[in-house]
T-cell receptor, first 111, second 113 residues
Framework: EDQVTQSPEALRLQEGESSSLNCSYT??????LFWYRQDPGKGPEFLFT???AGEEKEKERLKATLTKKESFLHITAPKPEDSATYLC????????????FGAGTTVTVRA | DGGITQSPKYLFRKEGQNVTLSCEQN?????MYWYRQDPGQGLRLIYY???????QKGDIAEGYSVSREKKESFPLTVTSAQKNPTAFYLC????????????FGSGTRLTVV
């Protein structure tokens, strides 16, 4: 069964203090790894898809990287508006009908 | 603008009552999904549908039912057999299965009263 573990559960940052979120996964062949942002009381918003080890994607202050066992979401010089829960999900080659999600990392950025 | 619309935003269910959550998309996506979100847990798949008039059970289908009579619509019924229905329910869609991210709706929060 595909599994995703995210750490830490919560992260409190000062504005401008860069940090990284971890997503460890086990999957029977990776079709894709996905990062989403979720604000309180709202649905997840798509950020990135990564398909193979070594791949990197960037969007504003966010950068996602992928290895064979984990993915990192780097937040560079965060602002208060980056406060959200960040979800990681994988889609395997066998269970390709669904995304398997981690529990998320809640990031709070203080001004 | 294309997207997924879930309604209502908040729903209250009495004991023994069935309730239906609406999900409509205008993205022309073939696949649609229902997930349940509980605090401290990852999203869990309830049901999914890859084409009209066909749907499959996910990981936690007991106490739920769905229909897919139209490509645009995938309603979820929470039956009285679901003993712990209080949760945040998310509907999603994708172009096809395999390698594509989902587009999510804004969610329905269901509370048992």
């Amino acid at each position: 069964e595909d599994q995703v573990t995210q750490s830490p559960e919560a992260l409190r940052l000062q504005e401008g203090e860069s940090s990284s979120l971890n997503c460890s996964y086990t999957v029977s062949g990776l079709r894709g790894l996905f990062w989403y942002r979720q604000d309180p009381g709202k649905g997840p918003e798509f950020l990135f898809t990564l398909y193979s080890a070594g791949e990197e994607k960037e969007k504003e202050r966010l950068k996602a990287t992928l290895t064979k066992k984990e993915s990192f979401l780097h937040i560079t010089a965060p602002k208060p508006e980056d406060s959200a829960t960040y979800l990681c999900a994988v889609q395997g080659l066998i269970n390709d009908y669904k995304l398997s999600f981690g529990a998320g990392t809640t990031v709070t950025v203080r001004a | 603008d294309g997207g997924i619309t879930q309604s209502p935003k908040y729903l209250f269910r009495k004991e023994g009552q069935n309730v239906t959550l609406s999900c409509e998309q205008n993205l022309n996506h073939d696949a649609m999904y229902w997930y349940r979100q509980d605090p401290g847990q990852g999203l869990r798949l309830i049901y999914y549908s890859q084409i009209v008039n066909d749907f499959q059970k996910g990981d936690i289908a007991e106490g739920y039912s769905v229909s897919r009579e139209k490509k645009e619509s995938f309603p979820l019924t929470v039956t009285s057999a679901q003993k712990n229905p209080t949760a945040f329910y998310l509907c999603a869609s994708s172009i096809t299965q395999g390698g594509h991210g989902y587009t999510f709706g804004s969610g329905t929060r269901l509370t048992v009263v």
